[in-house]
């Protein structure tokens, strides 16, 4: 397993956010941080939305033990996603269903036995509705962009139906509303998947490192958060923005 807590020639990033989101899947924890190496997710990274007391969803019933969930009952669904730099939009997709969620391992079985098949079907099945950007500028990535001539690219994905507002061609700037958070693609529960990769089809992207600007992070509701800068957050931290001063 590979040591990402400080992965070198990574590219600075805001988050992509306000509010506080759980970290999971961080390539701080392991890289390939999925587990597996493909569509250009080698250092990705997951966001999943949380309340105050650090909860993704606010109801427990029945149907988290033993079922399929709305997406609506998790704090994620529908908050504001963010451009992480400034940039282009080079590629957007919408008009994949947000699916049922899953919490119980009744509805996770199943689903984790279609997974061979959707990465057979593709870019689509696996990202649901995402954006790509190219970005402006990479931070202290020059070893990055020594990787790929084209430049650096951004994609969001797992967004929520009909909530893009950018198109190819659209210029950026970090902090502007790009879509909500959904359920499309490949996803128990709504989040956000986030990677940087040398090229815009994430079929033949390879992953490139990224890290995060000043942010807060907590280990527990209870605790006071650190603050970071230049950091790649830890798996099950609470993340937010802080503020500049």
Known sequence: MDDASEAPGAVLLSLPFADLWRVENSPARRVPSHGVDVFGERYAIDFVGVDRRHRSATVSDWRTVLATEPPERFVSFGRPILAPADGTVVAVHDGEADHEARRSQAALLPYALGQAARLRAGVTAIAGNHVV????????????????????????????????????GDEVTVGQPL???????????????????????????????????????????????????????????????????
């Open 133 to 168: 950007l190219q970005l402006r500028e990479s931070g202290s990535a020059s070893e990055s962009e020594s990787r790929s001539g084209a430049g650096v690219f951004a994609a969001l994905v797992h967004l929520r139906q009909g909530s893009l507002r950018v198109a190819p």
């Open 179 to 245: 879509a909500a958070c959904g359920n499309s693609g490949n996803s128990t529960q709504p989040h956000l998947h986030l990677q940087l990769m040398d090229s815009a089809d994430l079929a033949v992207a390879r992953g490139i490192p990224l890290a995060f600007r000043r942010f807060r992070e907590w280990t527990h509701p209870d605790a006071p958060p650190t603050l970071r800068d230049a950091a790649i957050p830890a798996e099950n931290t609470v993340v937010a923005p802080a503020p500049e001063h």
